[in-house]
């Protein structure tokens, strides 16, 4: 696999981290979070959870908000992001800087995982997604919201600019340029499903289009672990 973005958020500054935040701040990404969190909570009930590519916490809070879960843990490659989730998020979450091919958790560790647009910037998605296997309990699903290349640009132009009525300039002029670049590495549904036929999800898994902030730009993978 050529090299992703994924070394970009390896070497991400903290003012990288800050942008990548507040880009995240309002309307479409909030609303996005919620209902990852709404859907979770209708689907499972969770003892110990894993947000992988965590980023600065924003969707941890969300699911620490609506879901009963006695741990919650997050990791990202990006130091920035993890010293801006720990500003964010109460001690009880634990934090750490790991990449999803090779972490330090025990096998069968975790009830509950979930990822959010991460899966299309990693080197090595197979092994990411393998060792995703590895830490999840029998019987229980890894949750990936991914940003796919098949889309109408017209509706999410149109949809996106509604999400920044009054987030500013520096927002509303940043926005789509980062979602561009992300929509331009995304893969289509189709590359995402030869993926998880490499892996060990190969013969428990499922893969739905999803609306999250009104873009009609991800699809929701569910991935059980037999």
């Known amino acids: 696999m050529e090299n992703r973005s994924e070394t970009y958020f390896e070497k991400l500054s903290f003012i ?3 942008v990548h935040d507040m880009l995240s701040e309002k309307n479409g990404s909030a609303k996005g979070f919620e209902k990852i969190a709404t859907y979770i909570k209708t689907k499972e009930q969770a003892q110990k959870l894993l947000d992988i590519g965590c980023g600065t916490g924003r969707l941890l809070k969300e ?3 609506q879901l009963p879960v006695k741990a919650f843990f ?3 490659i990006s ?5 801006k989730a720990r500003k964010r998020l109460n001690k009880s979450v634990t934090l750490s800087v790991q990449s999803i091919e090779q972490t330090q958790f025990s096998d069968n560790e975790f009830d509950l995982i979930i990822g959010t647009s ?3 910037c990693w080197n090595r998605p197979v092994k990411g997604l393998n060792e995703i296997y590895r830490i999840l309990q029998p019987g229980k699903t890894a949750y990936l919201y991914e940003t796919i290349q098949e889309y109408d640009p017209e509706i999410v132009n149109i949809n996106l600019q509604n999400n920044l009525v009054d987030a500013g300039l520096f927002r509303w002029f940043l926005s789509p340029l980062y979602l561009k670049k992300q929509l331009k590495q995304s893969y289509k549904k189709d590359e995402y499903i030869q ?3 490499q892996s060990d999800f190969k013969s428990n898994y499922s893969i739905e289009n999803e609306v999250l902030g009104s873009l009609p730009i991800y699809i929701r993978i569910e991935l059980t672990k037999k």
């Open 63 to 65: 699911l620490q908000k």
């Open 195 to 197: 993926l998880i036929e």
């Open 16 to 18: 990288g981290a800050s």
């Open 79 to 83: 130091r920035s992001m993890i010293h």
């Open 118 to 120: 991460g899966l299309y």
């Open 74 to 76: 997050g990791i990202d």
